[in-house]
């Protein structure tokens, strides 16, 4: 819903009904992931994609319908061979919707929310896309110190606090099933927890030529990208514009202050492009043994055995020098700073969701990695039988 945040907020400030399909489950080659959501405003206007058109005219007609009835709906789109261009995925995925009204009165905690996306504060809406018509629909609200709205009942908003925060905190957006009263090995309830944490960091230290391309790479794919550097000449915001912030200072000092102010997280890429000794040593010192998702250090053959051989003399194990990608970046035979910032951002991807950094057409099996099929649609208010796109 991030990308649709803002023309939601205007028709709701306007005291407007808006339609609103979100993708909450995805399987197989599903274009969108969840949380992509799709507007309809009050004059018929579509806002946002669900799955890059292959569905949007079926999930529009529901968001209409939504607004006409207030009634929310699941559905499940797919390919068929009968109507595979009609309301199915021709890339061959499954994916879920959850098509609701959304108005002032249905959800009163959407301005707050706003707010909290605006300010980078982490934020995230449950609700509950499948079970009881009662709770259908139902929202709970959480914030890292408190909650708005609910899901039915005390014990099940305590309970589905809990995993909830937890999928906050490493940003995940995904399906939580528990039982009527939270019960985690119950399955009466779908719940679709949208997380709206800020946005994972790349810090990119030293200041070169190289860097400027890795940052412009870096926001292009979502990070807040930091360039970091102890030398002011080089370290300016003019010199690296995609950058979000640029910090003058020595990189182990101030990855050590960022760990300590609990700034950095899990999802944090770390790309070292400093190759000098007295920069890179005491900077991965720290990196590789803070918990972030990666670390890559730019250098030759050559420069990677010395500093290896620096990281043994400082004390690092097998273990923790094992998580460095040094040369960083992945071998498409890159040259110039841009095709190496793409060489470097292929890597994260591939770490990021396991994938091989092989072509795509020399490897079998699915192309996005992940379950390979769904559950059975659990049913929800006005959900007909089964037709063709269901399958």
């Not at 959407?110 to 934020?123: F, N």
């Not at 951002?345 to 099929?373: D, F, M, N, Q």
Request: proline share 7%; hydrophobic share 40%; glycine share 12%.
């Amino acid at each position: 819903m991030r990308d649709v945040l803002d023309e939601l907020v205007g028709w709701w400030q306007a005291g407007e009904t808006v339609g609103v399909g979100t993708v909450v489950g995805t399987w197989r080659s599903a274009p969108r992931p969840a949380g992509a959501s799709m507007l309809v405003g009050p004059d018929g206007t579509a806002v946002g994609s669900v799955s890059g058109g292959c569905v949007e005219g079926a999930v529009y007609e529901e968001a209409k319908d939504a607004v006409e009835t207030g009634e929310p709906t699941l559905r499940r789109y797919g390919v068929s061979d009968d109507d595979a261009f009609a309301v199915g995925l021709t890339c061959g995925g499954i994916l879920d919707v959850f098509v609701e009204p959304i108005s002032r009165e249905s959800f009163p905690e959407l301005g707050e929310i706003a707010e909290s996306v605006g300010r980078h504060e982490p934020v995230a809406v449950v609700t509950v896309v499948a079970g009881p018509d009662e709770r259908l629909g139902r929202r709970l609200v959480l914030w890292p110190d408190r909650t708005s709205g609910t899901l039915g009942s005390q014990r099940l908003d305590d309970a589905v606090a809990d995993d909830a925060r937890g999928m906050l905190a490493a940003g995940r957006t995904a399906l939580l099933h528990v039982g009527h009263d939270g019960e985690r090995r119950g399955d009466d309830l779908t719940l679709f927890v949208n997380s709206f944490a800020p946005p994972a960091r790349m810090v990119v230290f030293g200041a070169i030529d190289f860097a400027a391309a890795v940052a412009r790479v870096g926001a292009f794919l979502g990070y807040r990208v930091t360039v970091c550097d102890a030398r002011p000449v080089f370290a300016t915001p003019k010199r690296f514009p995609e950058a979000h912030e640029v910090v003058v200072e020595w990189p182990h000092r101030y990855l050590r202050a960022e760990l300590d102010a609990g700034r950095i997280d899990e999802r944090t890429v770390l790309c070292v492009l400093t190759h000098d000794p007295k920069f890179d040593v005491p900077l991965l010192e720290v990196a590789l043994r803070a918990p972030v998702a990666y670390v890559g250090a730019m250098g030759s053959r050559r420069t990677h055995d010395e500093r290896l051989e620096r990281l043994r003399e400082a004390g690092l194990t097998a273990g923790e020098i094992g998580r460095l990608s040094s040369p960083i970046g992945l071998d498409l035979g890159a040259r110039t700073p841009e095709e190496t910032a793409v060489s470097i951002a292929a890597e994260i991807i591939a770490g990021r969701w396991g994938g091989t950094g092989e072509r795509l057409a020399a490897v079998e099996g699915p192309i996005h990695k992940g379950p390979l099929g769904p559950p059975p649609l659990a049913r929800s208010r006005r959900d007909p039988a089964e037709g063709p796109e269901d399958r």
